[in-house]
């Protein structure tokens, strides 16, 4: 759709407010992203692939465990975010 208007703020950083619209549609909403704790995404990041990958926390805990190794591609940075 409108993904070229995503790509100029497109830098999440830890704590930002996100919106999941990835593949599982039950979880699509609001989160708050934090980079992804497992050993892959440590080693990625380690050695700067561009593949970084996030753990999504629910703020309001309808789902408690959240989300995580999300892709980039899957959310979007919300605009209430400012
Ligand atoms: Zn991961």
């Not at 619209?21 to 979880?27: E, L, M, N, R, T």
């Not at 050993?39 to 926390?57: F, H, K, M, S």
């Amino acid at each position: 759709m409108s993904s070229t208007l995503f790509r100029g703020a497109d830098l999440i950083e830890s704590g930002d407010l996100v919106i999941y619209h990835g593949s599982k549609p039950d979880y699509h909403g609001l989160y708050i992203a934090l980079p992804c704790p497992c050993r892959y995404c440590y080693i990625a990041d380690v050695r700067g692939t561009p593949d970084a990958r996030y753990a999504l926390v629910d703020p309001w805990g309808e789902h408690p465990r959240g989300l995580v190794h999300v892709r980039r591609q899957s959310i979007t940075r919300s605009v209430a975010n400012s």
